[in-house]
């Protein structure tokens, strides 16, 4: 019972930005995002009636309890579904940074849900595969899909209505998305915590709810007539409401860092010039910087030569989920869940192993 998967990180033009259902992970409001070609998530599950415990390995390392846990929890789910009560081993590797504002917890969840549930046997359509990946992490339901993708936060309470949903072909619209990396640690407050200080103390959340219906409803029409400035305009406006919103909580925090400034200024600074180029930034000091595939190659050269730069990423729209053969050793998982396997059958797993 093993399966590997593939997904791909989303950046966000529209931003999930707070949740009414914090077990089911039903959001406050729809948002619409790209799936980029270039980072993704490789992750391979594999369910044994050997093992006691779940076992989580994450870039290679044996992950922390808090985190197995949580990873544990999301299998529960599919456990549920499946009527099975099997253990995992799951050896995932991401190729982004990790909890930096890179989304590795989109591409990580979409992984995991799509292994998950082809190891234990499910047959789902992509549109139940991201109501399940929603549940692992909320920006993950969008990462089932490629391309250009919304996720419409649905009204019921049991979030049946709350899924992702193609919006635009990847091929139809081949913009370019600059990922700016100025600071690759692991960010202080990650994004579930961060939403839930700002929805229950930031007096600007009323803000963001009244306004983010607007900006999706000019995002999806900008998309839909090609029109980059359009788009651009609402995509910016939309990031600095969401980081406003921070601002406001109790106690208050900032994802932004000096260098996050700097990028944006350099960015108003080619607008003024002439060149179409917007930035977003999700939840971490790194900043994307979208523009026409004309204007990437001036954008990137411009954006390398700051200094707080550390590295420019040039991205376009990517794919959705796919299967990889069991046999694949990308993330070295059969040698890896062999030696599980062994250790298991004789005696119970240890954290020390
Ligand atoms: P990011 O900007 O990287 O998405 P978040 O704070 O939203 O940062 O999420 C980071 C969290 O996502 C990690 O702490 C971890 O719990 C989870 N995560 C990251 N990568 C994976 C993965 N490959 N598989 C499962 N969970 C992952
Ligand atoms: C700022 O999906 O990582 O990137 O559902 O709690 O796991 P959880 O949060 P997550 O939050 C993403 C927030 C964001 C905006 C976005 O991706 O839409």
């Known amino acids: 019972m093993e399966a590997i998967a593939k997904a791909h990180t989303n950046i966000a033009l529209i931003k999930y930005w707070g949740k009414r259902d914090e077990a089911l992970f039903l959001p406050m409001n729809s948002s619409l995002s790209i799936t980029l070609d270039k980072f993704y998530t490789t992750t391979a599950v594999q369910f044994c009636s050997c093992l006691k415990e779940d076992v989580f390995l994450l870039n290679g390392q044996l992950a922390s309890e808090d985190e197995t846990l949580k990873i544990s929890h999301f299998l529960d789910k599919i456990r549920d579904i499946a009527g099975q009560k099997l253990y995992a081993v799951v050896n995932s ?16 969840y979409a992984a995991l849900a799509a292994a998950a549930t082809k190891a234990i046997g499910l047959e789902i359509d992509n549109k139940t595969l991201s109501q399940i990946a929603r549940q692992g992490s909320g920006s993950a339901c969008r990462s089932i899909f490629g391309g250009y993708v919304e ?5 019921k309470t049991d979030g049946t209505d709350s899924f992702a949903k193609p919006v635009g072909n990847e091929q139809e619209w081949n913009l370019s998305i600059l990922s700016v990396l100025v600071a690759s640690k692991q960010k202080k407050v990650l994004s579930r915590e961060g939403m839930k200080r700002t929805v229950e103390t ?12 607007k900006d999706l409803s000019l995002a999806r029409s900008a998309i839909n007539e090609h029109d980059f400035e359009k788009l651009g305009d609402v995509v910016e406006a939309n990031a600095l409401k969401m980081h406003a919103t921070t601002l406001g909580a109790n106690p208050p925090f900032m994802y932004w860092q000096s260098a996050t400034i700097d990028v944006i200024e350099h960015v108003q600074e080619l607008r003024s010039k002439g060149i179409k180029a917007y930035f977003t930034i999700d939840a971490g000091p790194n900043v994307k910087v979208i ?17 707080s730069v550390e590295d420019v990423y040039l991205c376009h729209p990517g794919p959705g989920v796919t299967y990889l053969p069991a046999s694949t050793t990308e993330n070295g998982s059969k040698l890896l869940f062999n030696r599980f396997h062994q250790a298991n059958c004789a005696r119970t797993i240890s954290r020390n192993l």
């Open 202 to 213: 930031s007096p600007f959340y009323a803000g963001w709810l009244e306004t983010v219906e």
């Open 151 to 155: 996720w419409q936060k649905g009204e």
């Open 291 to 307: 523009c026409q595939q004309k204007d990437e190659q001036v954008v990137r050269d411009l954006l390398l030569n700051v200094d």
């Open 93 to 108: 590797v991401n190729k982004v940074p990790t909890a930096a504002g890179f989304a590795s917890s989109a591409s990580g």
